[in-house]
Nanobody
């Protein structure tokens, strides 16, 4: 049974930092794509960062470039999202997902087989 369990969310003031973790079981994070998504109330789900394990190639949404960093720890079978310079508009539920890239979309717009339950991030101004 595959499980992805996110942690590390919380409340922070604008300009602050958080580090999200996604621990995988029953699935290797070194398999193809690991992706962080977010969804705010009333908004569409947005892919914010992805990593392709075999090359460690990363992709980011324009809204988070330069502020967020995705990384893998194969030994811990985990993926992380370091979020710096947080803004109120980063407030959302953050989810990790695992899957495969698509030809046109790569990992960030790939096909996802497994999802976590999410962790809430709230940024106050």
């Amino acid at each position: 049974q595959v499980q992805l369990v996110e942690s590390g969310g919380g409340s922070v003031q604008a300009g602050g930092s958080l580090r999200l973790s996604c621990a995988a079981s029953g699935y290797s994070v070194s398999s193809k794509c690991m992706v962080w998504f977010r969804q705010a109330p009333g908004k569409e789900r947005e892919g914010v960062a992805s990593i392709y394990a075999s090359t460690t190639s990363t992709s980011y949404a324009d809204s988070v470039k330069g502020r967020f960093t995705i990384s893998l720890d194969i030994a811990k079978n985990s993926v992380y999202l370091q979020m710096n310079s947080l803004k109120p508009e980063d407030t959302a539920m953050y989810y990790c997902a695992a899957g495969s890239p698509t030809i046109l979309g790569g990992c960030l717009r790939g096909q996802y087989n497994y999802w976590g339950q999410g962790t809430q991030v709230t940024v106050s101004s």
